[in-house]
């Protein structure tokens, strides 16, 4: 499954972590609705085709889901957080429940 970028931002940093497996920062920067600093992170991933210093696009891939580092399966462990806080990323992202699982909407 491919991994998009949930908003603009510059790639502040890519690698392996023995937890995080593949993983992608992106700071997105301060809002213009909060004036806060928003920076997300992909976790887990099977592979990235982004490097640090890259200025991505909201939707542009940015890698692919996986399961490195301490994962039991394939998912995507998505992290949001507000001036270095977690936040949860739900708040922030269109999607829909089903059941026990969510999904992302345009």
């Not at 510059?10 to 993983?23: C, E, I, K, M, Q």
Request: hydrophobic residues 30%; glycine residues 16%.
């Amino acid at each position: 499954t491919e991994i998009y970028a949930g908003g603009d931002g510059l790639v502040t940093s890519v690698g392996y972590g023995s937890s995080a497996g593949n993983y992608v920062f992106i700071n997105h920067g301060k809002s213009y609705i909060d004036d806060a600093t928003y920076i997300s992170n992909y976790y887990h991933l099977e592979s990235y085709c982004v490097k640090a210093g890259d200025y991505v696009t909201k939707g542009q891939l940015i890698g692919i889901m996986g399961t490195t580092g301490s994962s039991t399966g394939v998912h995507l462990h998505l992290g949001l957080t507000r001036d270095g806080v977690y936040v949860n990323p739900l708040d922030y992202l269109p999607h829909e429940k089903q059941g026990d699982w969510y999904y992302a909407k345009d």
